[in-house]
């Protein structure tokens, strides 16, 4: 099988290993290294209680950025100001690190009282020797907020819950155990991404940070020194910016003890193994350029299984709106996008989907293609297909695979752009989700996350059949009924690609970050989700409060609904909960 992925832009190209910096700046950054040295070697003196009050400050810290940190990243992405698309930059940014290092802190407060994070879980189990752990909701709180959702991490086979509650604090377990110097190579799309690496880094492995900003988010530097002020403040972090050349040198300094990317599989190869033809040959020969650990989140082709069966007018156009985002959220440029909708040709009401799915598309508020190198990556899956519709402004590609088509490049190139394609499998029920499960685990790059849209009433008829189904899925984050990417907002949640590629055969990276109970061990993160919004999940049995999700791309009181969680992170309490809900239910 032919593996591509989107390549980099030329800002966010990585090292050559003919590339280097100024020796003013190499001065620079070596001094930025030593000083985490000294860092790394405090932290290790550092008493639990003392680390939960650092996190606790660093909490308080980001929300006061928090305005400034959402219209930063909003001015970042060409966003009007008055866009309801900018709710995506209060969620996916500020809210998401603040329920990060709040969940840290709390994690690491308990352990500093001798209490497991995953004292008084009630553990379950999934097939194949797996033990689940809830994970949302973990709070009364995410209870109400995000009613009618849930998540459960499922650890590796064999793992059990005694093990799982003993093994969890992961770094601060052994505080003493210092990891040395860290270097995170932050990403270009998500600004909580590069703060939430840190905060991993540092509290899951006893680490010190260097975060080098990705161009792109050059615009975030000075938010992110005030939000993360005390962590800089405690010799834990440094901050710098620079294009490939910093990067590499960075990565290959003999001061730097682990490398943590987000980005391409074509970016964590040109680090590992050097770039051109000269990296080839090393990735050929097995011998690597790097010569320290690296852990990684790559992205993928994320598949969109649409399980068959009798669904509503409104349900067709509710979870065509669901994939829509799905593709759509930040513009295409998310790792966790979906971007192949995997049908049954045998569905009666397939015709009618698509329908509602180009409508969706095509009512979606428009945008500018922000992020670098997006118009050519679109225009060269016109080029691979050339039956490709062009969709609402033109931006927007639907690929509609016919029989006499070839899917490979499809399944194989992480487009990183509002590119979605659509194959079609046969089968209905049961059958047709073996042969989905089948294709996607054998013919889509990457591992990182799949989403599955299933009626609550076919899945009971499935039964075991279908959780097994989840069980075969190969993916380090699978929503049902809901978007992998609310798997990314779970604090609580573990977030990487499915356990067991190789440096030479990465796929959708190595490790796993977020994972705020510090759970050891993970496998995957299961989200579930209602099939239908409230009012219509009463109506049809479902016990589900939730309206319409403010991350929807259609969710027209998104801005407010972002701000409200955002604040709300920053300071929970039951008074704030009315002015969400109404906002929410304006979507």
């Not at 290993?17 to 950054?29: D, K, V, W």
């Not at 849930?150 to 590796?156: C, D």
């Not at 045998?346 to 997006?374: H, N």
Request: proline content about 6%.
């Amino acid at each position: 099988m032919t593996i591509t992925t989107h390549t980099p832009s030329p800002a966010a190209t990585p090292p050559s290993s003919a590339a280097a910096p100024s020796t003013e700046e190499r001065s620079a950054l070596d001094r930025a290294i030593q000083e985490l040295a000294v860092g790394a070697e405090s932290w290790a003196r550092t008493p639990l209680a003392q680390r939960a009050e650092l996190l606790t400050a660093t909490h308080a810290a980001i929300a006061t950025q928090a305005e400034r940190w959402a219209v930063r990243a909003r001015d970042i992405k060409g966003l009007d100001a008055d866009s309801q698309l900018v709710g995506e930059e209060w969620i996916s940014g500020p809210y998401a690190t603040l329920a990060g290092v709040g969940t840290l802190a709390h994690s690491v407060a308990g352990l500093a009282a001798g209490k497991s994070p995953l004292a008084g879980v009630k553990t379950g189990t999934a097939p194949g020797d797996r033990v689940t752990i809830p994970v949302l909701p973990h709070t009364a709180y995410e209870a109400l907020l995000l009613h009618g959702f849930s998540a459960e991490v499922w650890l590796k086979p064999g793992v059990t819950a005694d093990r799982a509650r003993a093994a969890a604090g992961l770094g601060e377990l052994t505080p003493t155990r210092s990891g040395g110097v860290g270097l995170v190579l932050g990403a270009g799309n998500i600004t909580s991404i590069p703060p939430l690496d840190v905060l991993y880094e540092i509290v899951a492995n006893n680490r010190s940070v260097l975060l080098k900003l990705n161009p792109i988010m050059a615009g975030m530097m000075s938010v992110y020194r005030a939000a993360l002020r005390p962590l800089i403040k405690a010799g834990l972090l440094r901050i710098v910016q620079g294009g490939g050349d910093v990067g590499g040198y960075l990565a290959h300094h003999s001061g730097i003890s682990h490398v943590h990317i987000t980005g391409s599989a074509a970016t964590h190869d040109v680090v590992v193994w050097g770039a051109g033809a000269e990296g080839r040959a090393r990735k050929a020969a097995g011998t690597p350029l790097l010569d320290k650990e690296i852990t990684s989140e790559l992205g993928g082709v994320a598949p969109i299984i649409v399980v068959p069966s009798a669904w509503t007018k409104r349900d067709l156009r509710y979870q065509a709106e669901h994939v829509a985002t799905q593709r759509l959220h930040n513009g295409g440029y998310n790792c966790i996008a979906g971007q192949i909708v995997v049908l049954s040709r045998d569905w009666p009401q397939k015709k009618a989907f698509l329908a509602e799915l180009r409508a969706a598309i095509a009512r979606t508020p428009g945008r500018r293609a922000w992020y670098p190198g997006s118009d050519d990556r679109v225009a060269g899956a016109a080029i691979s297909y050339p039956k490709a519709e062009r969709l609402a402004d033109g931006a927007r590609l639907l690929i509609d695979i016919q029989a006499d088509e070839d899917a490979r490049d499809l399944q194989t190139t992480e487009y990183f752009s509002p590119v979605l394609g659509v194959i079609e499998l046969p089968g209905t029920g049961q059958a047709f989700l073996d042969a989905a499960v089948t294709t996607v685990n054998a013919d889509f790059l990457g591992t990182l996350g799949a989403n599955l849209l299933i009626d609550p009433a076919e899945r009971r008829r499935l039964g075991q059949g279908f959780r097994q189904s989840i069980a075969d899925l190969e993916y380090g984050t699978i929503a049902i009924n809901s978007w992998t990417g609310l798997g990314f907002l779970t604090a609580t949640a573990s977030w990487g690609a499915f356990p067991g590629h190789t440096l030479d055969n990465v796929q959708s990276g190595i490790g796993v970050v977020h994972n705020a109970l510090l759970i050891d061990s993970p496998e995957r993160t299961v989200v579930t989700g209602p099939f239908r919004p409230f009012p219509r999940s009463f109506a049809h049995g479902e016990f589900a409060l939730f309206p319409k999700p403010p991350w929807f791309v259609t969710a027209r009181s998104a801005q407010k609904t972002g701000r409200l969680l955002a604040g709300f992170a920053a300071k929970p309490g039951w008074l704030k909960m009315p002015a969400i809900f109404l906002s929410a239910f304006k979507a």
